[in-house]
């Protein structure tokens, strides 16, 4: 099993997608997704100048060695690009081992801990009215669990809510481009803390009048708030008994939610912007998070992802791996099979992807009442067509960007 073919193939069906595909000398192929939302050309610089060349020739069952080996090759540690690319490498290699044994991926993990994943996807609307729709639209679809976004009175956009047209377009659920946008420069959006901070409160309780006190319920802060803040955004929502509240602040201080934690028993769920367990260190051994939210596309693949689940599942912390529409359908059933396995699942995201995106990748996953399974095909399941691939070049395209009202550039 030696590496003879290393493809780094970019498709833009419904957004940017970059996909590894590796080929053993004995015919076998494996998947990686290497997507990183609106910086997608530098992994695939990093991948087809730097990493490429280093695949070819070695023993593709040898998957903790080559993840040391690309690592700390590097000399240059961590980074998104860095681990986007190590985990596609990681993923592809879990995918031709679990070929070569003949079984799906979750079975070389450990087997299954459950039959299914319960998954959320994202209901969102500018007002009551229209979000209580999408709620509906996503209880019709089956989902269990629904995170609510919403407008915020005052405020033009707000991060969460699908544009009409892709809105439309999706018959208010799927969400072919969200949150990124094709063309030259970032949408710029407004943002108000203080709005924002007076209105949620009073959403979540018209949900909870709506839809009951049993139905799951996140919400996502999207790194928009001080510790302060988030502690009373946090204290607001008790009553409403969240899932979870999701970013409440900028992921990059972890200290910032030894604040938040002492004020709010609200579960918080942080990481989708992490890329190693050195960044989970400190609030796994203090225990000031509940979810984990690192996706295998972007926290070095199942190899190292496995090892921050691990390390959390000793304070009770459970995944809730990030699955956006960004995330392609291999980054998607990668996590799928690892969630399947661990003892500590929580919760997985599921955005559903658009048609083009499904003809590109044919999956075997399923999607059945509310839960997910990654099916039983060997390896992780996902094939992709490169013709169809090929129909669909990458298009430049940026996630949006926040000002406040004086101008001042806000988190997103
Ligand atoms: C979001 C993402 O799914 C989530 O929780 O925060 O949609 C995020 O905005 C994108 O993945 C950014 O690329
Ligand atoms: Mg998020």
Redesign the pocket.
Known sequence: MIIDRAEVIVTSPDRNFVTLKLTTDDGLTGLGDATL??RELAVVAYLRDHVVPLLLGRDAGRIEDTWQFLYRSAYWRRGPVTMAAVAAVDVALWDIKAKAAGMPLYQLLGGASRTGLLAYG?ASGQDLPELFDSVRKHQELGYKAI?IQTGVPGLKSI??IASNATFEANAGVRYDH???QRGPQPAEEDWDTRSYLRHVPTVFEAVRNEFGPALPLLH?V?HRLSPIQAARLGKSLEPYDLFWL??CTPAENQEALRLVRQHTTTPLAIG?VFNTVWDYQQIVREQLIDYV?SSVTHAGGVTHLKKILDYASQYQIKSGI??????SPVGMAAALHLGLAIHNFGIQ?Y?MHGERTDQVFRQSFTWSDGFLHPGERPGIGVELDTDEAGKYPYLQAY?PYNRLADGTVHDW
């Open positions: 939302n609106g994202h995170r991060y969460g969200e949150p990124a996502d999207h999701e970013d989708e939210r990030h699955g956006p529409t960004d995330i995201e955005m996630l």
